[in-house]
T-cell receptor
Framework: EAGVAQSPRYKIIEKRQSVAFWCNPI?????LYWYQQILGQGPKLLIQ????????DSQLPKDRFSAERLKGVDSTLKIQPAKLEDSAVYLC?????????????FGPGTRLTVL | QKEVEQNSGPLSVPEGAIASLNCTYS??????FFWYRQYSGKSPELIMS????GDKEDGRFTAQLNKASQYVSLLIRDSQPSDSATYLC???????????????FGQGTILTVHP
C-alpha cells in the first residue's frame, strides 16, 4: 500500500513570495491533515479535512495560508505572502475515518526555507 | 500551561538500559494517547497507542496511562542505538458532538542510546 505522498520535498523562497504544497493521501482515507513543524517543536495542526469539508482550521493563519481538498482526495496548501517565520517542515497526514482512536500516517514532509 | 508537555531532554541512556519518556496533558477530556518516533529529517511514525488506564506492552515498548494524574509514559526496554530519535507524545480529545478528534503534540524528547 502506497503511503502519503508530498511534493516538493524542499523549497526555498524569498519573503513575500508565494508557495504551494501538494499532498496525496493513502487511498481510501477520508481524513487529511496539514501540520506545521518548526525545528525543535512538535507538529502543530493547521487544518483538518473530512472528505472535502473542513473540520478544523482554528490554527490556520487565514490572512496568508489557504488550503483546499478538491474531490476529497488530493490537497494543496498555499502560503501567500510568505514570512520568515513560516520556515518549517509542512507535514501532510491522513487517516481512515478521523476518529479519536484513528492512526494518522504522515508523509515525508516539505521543508520550506523563507529567506 | 502547555496542552501537552514532555520531559525536557535530551535523554541519554546506555545500550541495553531502560529509557523512560514522560508526558503530561492538561485537558481531562482527552481520550486517546499516542507515541510517535521521529528520526532526524524524517516524518513521525506511530509506535504505540493507548486508550485505557494501565499498561500496554508491544515488544520492547510499554505505554502507561494514568488519566487521574493526566500522565502518560513510554518505556523502552533493552534500548538499542537504533532507538535514538525524537519521541513525540500526542493526545487526541473528542471535541464533543462529533466523532472527529484533534491531535495535539508535545514538543518531543530527544533520546540518544550510546553503545
Amino acid at each position: 500500500e502506497a503511503g502519503v505522498a508530498q511534493s516538493p520535498r524542499y523549497k526555498i523562497i524569498e519573503k513575500r513570495q508565494s508557495v504551494a504544497f501538494w499532498c496525496n493521501p493513502i487511498s481510501g482515507h477520508a481524513t487529511l491533515y496539514w501540520y506545521q513543524q518548526i525545528l525543535g517543536q512538535g507538529p502543530k495542526l493547521l487544518i483538518q479535512f473530512q472528505n472535502n469539508g473542513v473540520v478544523d482550521d482554528s490554527q490556520l493563519p487565514k490572512d496568508r495560508f489557504s488550503a483546499e481538498r478538491l474531490k476529497g482526495v488530493d490537497s494543496t496548501l498555499k502560503i501567500q505572502p510568505a514570512k520568515l517565520e513560516d520556515s518549517a517542515v509542512y507535514l501532510c497526514a491522513s487517516s481512515l475515518t478521523g476518529g479519536s482512536t484513528d492512526t494518522q500516517y504522515f508523509g515525508p514532509g516539505t521543508r520550506l526555507t523563507v529567506l | 500551561q502547555k496542552e501537552v508537555e514532555q520531559n525536557s531532554g535530551p535523554l541519554s541512556v546506555p545500550e541495553g538500559a531502560i529509557a523512560s519518556l514522560n508526558c503530561t496533558y492538561s485537558d481531562r477530556g482527552s481520550q486517546s494517547f499516542f507515541w510517535y518516533r521521529q528520526y532526524s529529517g524524517k516524518s513521525p511514525e506511530l509506535i504505540m497507542s493507548i486508550y485505557s488506564n494501565g499498561d500496554k506492552e508491544d515488544g520492547r515498548f510499554t505505554a502507561q496511562l494514568n488519566k487521574a494524574s493526566q500522565y502518560v509514559s513510554l518505556l523502552i526496554r533493552d534500548s538499542q542505538p537504533s532507538d535514538s530519535a525524537t519521541y513525540l507524545c500526542a493526545v487526541n480529545k473528542d471535541p464533543g458532538g462529533t466523532s472527529y478528534g484533534k491531535l495535539t503534540f508535545g514538543q518531543g524528547t530527544i533520546l540518544t542510546v550510546h553503545p
